[in-house]
């Protein structure tokens, strides 16, 4: 992740700062700190969390608020999802707020496992805890990315806590014709905003190849050059300031352009092995809480490492969104 931060930064850095190392150094900085919390939090006995679920409700909710408040919030790109803290630069609270959620809901499906099988005890109760933490995601940081990877992986616990997989069914089904009306509506009044014209772009990103569409053709334009075995570690042409930020969340079409279908596949079964240790983990947890903490943190790497794949292969529509241990960030 690091190397390919160097190789795919390199360029933007270069035209930036004027040094070609500048974002591979913080990510290395950032890594090593990561590195060192890891190994602390790993000596932390993982039921001490439990006591805690309902304030990390409260406290994941509330700093998603931090954004509003002034000289600490920054917007981008018509959005309003970091903050600045002095001496650590730019943060995004919802980070924070995702491991604090499934700590959360951890917590709450093993107090109630009893009542999983109903419908609204075990189905609508837990997901409307949802409600105020993606409505300030959606409606205040513009972040609807963050909040369908939040809404998933509550929604992966609570099917794991016991919950019956019909109602979801259901109301998946439900929400998916309400989602394609509403998209034809929109479509048809002209409204929706960017969203909308990312989801015609993602139809077809050739019709408006040097506007909306222009991330997602640069995007293919290296995957395609990529062939088989890749360009060489260093030797991409797309990084080149055509495909915008290279080195956040489509590293991986620079990383399949220098080391081909081979290195994607790589990276692929990298991510499949920490899912399956991560679900193992979850199997042979000795409660509970255990088992919900540990499938929870696993989908959240998963779900993100699945979406980022997909929005840079044009599988699915443009999304912001990093590949967890690659995109550049911390």
Known sequence: GIVMVLSASAPSALAESGKTYTYAS??????????????????????????????????????????????????????????????????????????????????????????????????????????????????????????????????????????????????????????????????????????????????DPWEDATGVGWQAVQSLYAIGSGGLFGVGLGESKQKYLYIPEPHNDFIFSILAEELGFVGCVIVIILFGIFIWRGTLISMKAPDMFGSLLAIGITSLIGIQAIINIGVVTSSIPNTGMPLPFFSYGG
């Open 26 to 203: 913080r990510q290395l900085l950032a890594a090593i700190l990561g590195t060192v919390i890891m190994f602390i939090i790993s000596k932390i006995d993982y039921r001490f969390y439990k006591k805690f679920y309902w304030p990390a409700y409260f406290v994941s909710t509330g700093i998603l608020l931090l954004v509003l408040v002034p000289g600490l919030g920054i917007d981008a790109n018509n959005a309003t999802r970091w903050i600045q803290i002095p001496i650590f630069g730019q943060f995004q609270p919802s980070e924070l707020s995702k491991i604090g959620l499934i700590i959360f809901f951890a917590g709450y499906l093993a107090d109630h496992q009893d009542e999983m099988k109903s419908f609204w005890k075990g189905f609508v109760k837990p997901l409307c805890f949802l409600i105020p933490p993606v409505a300030i995601l959606f409606f205040v940081q513009n972040h609807l990315s963050v909040s369908i990877v939040i809404g998933a992986v509550a929604c992966i616990m609570i099917i794991m806590a016991g919950a019956r997989l019909l109602y979801f069914i259901a109301s998946g089904a439900v929400a998916g014709v309400v989602g394609v009306m509403g998209f034809i509506v929109l479509q048809a009044t002209g409204k929706g905003g960017f969203r909308i014209e990312r989801m015609i772009s993602f139809l």
